[in-house]
């Protein structure tokens, strides 16, 4: 699905367009896992849009200068796989490349916390001590678990990336880390599906993680 939104997404495309070239993906599937109808419809604003989560679509064109972040997941038999990237058209500004770069290493930061034995909030404190150190803050949580769902969430509301969530990790738990930034004019989502295993944290796709750059 991520691959259909690099190869397909140009400057001027409707995004609902663009949305049903990812629907189409989706129900399609991988290898022979056929595609389940996932718990929330793809999530993908732009511009000052994207300085807020949980936004669809509409027929608005895609554009140069502005960010999308896209959050939608694979889903087989009601397992859902969430993950999330941005798109962005042209040369980002630095603050978003500064962001990129904050991102990522949080996220090696909470990735190598995500051990059995350790506990939720560890991840959390990881992750937000990184970002902080790197001029960027993050006052919500950076992840939640993920599993078998319905409508209207993949989360399974239970435990939480967050600062006092002193669930103990154990193998088999799997979450979205979910290290979302929402900057003044635009916003930031370079997350990943995670399995703990018996030696740490295991990412569930191969999208490459990072900030998608195309002219």
């Keep these: 699905m991520h691959g259909v939104i690099r190869d397909k997404a140009e400057p001027g495309m409707r995004k609902n367009d663009l949305i049903a070239e990812i629907y189409h993906a989706s129900v399609t599937g991988a290898d022979e896992y056929w595609g389940d109808y996932p718990a929330i419809v793809p999530m993908a604003p ?22 999308t972040f896209f959050e939608i997941a694979g889903a087989h038999k009601r397992y859902q796989c969430p993950q999330s990237r941005t798109l962005f ?3 980002p500004p630095q603050r978003y490349l500064d962001a990129e770069k904050a991102v990522l290493e949080a996220v090696e930061a909470g990735l190598e916390r995500a051990r059995p034995g350790n506990r939720c909030e560890d991840i959390a404190l990881a992750f937000n001590a990184t970002l902080n150190r790197l001029g960027f803050e993050k006052d919500s949580r950076c992840g939640y678990a ?35 930034l929402w900057l003044d004019d635009g916003g930031l989502e370079i997350t990943e599906p995670i399995v703990i295993t018996g030696s740490g944290a295991s990412c569930l796709c191969k999208t490459p993680r990072a900030l998608v750059v195309k002219d």
């Design 89 to 91: 058209f042209g040369k």
């Design 46 to 67: 732009s511009g000052i849009d994207a300085t807020a989560p949980h936004l669809t679509w509409d027929d608005s064109p895609l554009r140069r200068g502005e960010s």
């Design 146 to 180: 993920i599993g078998l769902s319905y409508p209207p969430d993949w989360g399974e509301r239970t435990m939480s990336f967050r600062t006092g969530d002193k669930t103990l990790l154990v193998p088999g738990m799997t979450f979205h880390f979910m290290p979302a």
